[in-house]
């Protein structure tokens, strides 16, 4: 089956570090554009980070230097490194699929894992 | 940053019902537009893509259209399935930017 299951979210002080894990299943990440995004309870959606097959990553403004996107093509599984948290990154964390062209969208999604930052 | 606004934020409808949702760009991001359908807990669907393309296994009364700035997503006849949120997503360029989010109601 293609899936992708997140994993490594829970509550984490202001400043703390963390790191969520996206195993994929069905289809390979190394060779498929792979995403992290996320909701902030009762938002819309945000994207966050990319890589791409060729090890590319881009970031949004907001997280470049604090979140650090990878994976590891043996697990099959994807990565985000979060650092220096703060409360606004409180949010619901997706994985997901760039569809397989050009202009890609995004074509497959994890059920998410929820990352709360409070003290 | 490439901005997208939806109209309306909130709709009420009424199984059986035709609604239109309106996706806006702030410039012109050709047909380079996606529709997802969200419910509550769950994570997004994609049900549209380049504009006006049906993602495979998504109902045929789903149907888009527009390019350029302006975009509308419509559902033919509403299913009770159908009530979700609705969110628009630009991917033109980085940073992919999704609208705020269009929740449909049971009216």
């Known amino acids: 089956e293609v899936q992708l299951v997140e994993s490594g979210g829970g509550l984490i002080q202001p400043g703390g570090s963390l790191r969520l894990s996206c195993a994929a299943s069905?289809?390979?990440?190394?060779?498929?554009?792979m995403n992290w995004l996320r909701q902030a309870p009762g938002k819309g959606l945000e994207w966050v980070s990319v890589i791409y097959s060729t090890g590319s990553t881009y970031y949004a403004d907001s997280m470049k230097g604090r979140f650090t996107i990878s994976r590891d093509n043996s697990k099959n599984t994807l990565y985000l490194q979060m650092n220096s948290l703060r409360a606004e990154d409180t949010a619901v964390y997706y994985c997901?699929?760039?569809?397989?062209?050009?202009?890609?969208?995004?074509?497959?999604w994890g059920r998410g894992t929820l990352v709360t930052v409070s003290s | 940053d490439i901005q997208m606004t939806q109209s309306p934020s909130t709709l009420s409808a009424s199984v059986g019902d035709r609604v239109t949702i309106t996706c806006r760009a702030s410039?012109?991001?050709?047909?380079?537009l996606a529709w997802y359908q969200q419910k509550p807990g769950k994570a997004p669907k994609v049900l549209m893509y380049k504009a006006s393309s049906l993602e495979s296994g998504v109902p045929s009364n789903f149907s888009g259209s527009g390019s350029g700035t302006e975009f509308t997503l419509t559902i033919s006849s509403l299913q009770p399935d159908d009530f979700a949120t609705y969110y628009c997503q630009q991917y033109l360029t980085f940073p992919y930017t999704f609208g705020q989010g269009t929740k449909l109601e049971i009216k």
């Open positions: 410039q012109s991001i050709s047909s380079w």
């Open positions: 997901a699929r760039g569809s397989s062209s050009y202009y890609w969208y995004f074509d497959l």
């Open positions: 069905g289809f390979t990440v190394r060779s498929n554009y």
